[in-house]
């Protein structure tokens, strides 16, 4: 499982914040997207939750569809449009 991630040693949403990613969400039902709240996420979730945790329980916050992210150094681009969005999560089973 962790040999996805190996190459990029970006594996908790603290990890992404202190290396300065962003981390940008796409619904894949009704399309909307924006870069996710990373800060209110660890406030939230605590800096070691990890991405494939985080993929699992993310739902739209808008029609509850899985969404998919993608990461991008934030100090390389600007930033797409778009407010940040809340992650919702989905419940564990
Ligand atoms: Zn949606």
């Given at each position: 499982m962790a040999d996805?991630?190996?190459?990029?040693?970006?594996?908790?949403?603290g990890q992404i914040a202190e290396h300065g990613y962003a981390l940008r969400?796409?619904?894949?039902?009704?399309?909307?997207?924006?870069?996710?709240?990373?800060?209110?996420?660890?406030?939230?979730l605590g800096a070691e939750f990890t991405l494939p945790e985080l993929r699992r329980h993310?739902?739209?916050?808008?029609?509850?569809?899985?969404?998919g992210f993608s990461m991008r150094l934030a100090a390389a681009g600007?930033?797409?449009d778009g407010h940040p969005m809340a992650i919702r999560l989905k419940p564990r089973r």
């Open positions: 996805k991630y190996a190459a990029v040693h970006l594996n908790t949403i969400m796409d619904c894949r039902s009704c399309g909307k997207g924006a870069d996710v709240d990373l800060d209110s996420l660890i406030a939230r993310a739902a739209c916050p808008h029609c509850g569809g899985a969404v600007t930033k797409p």
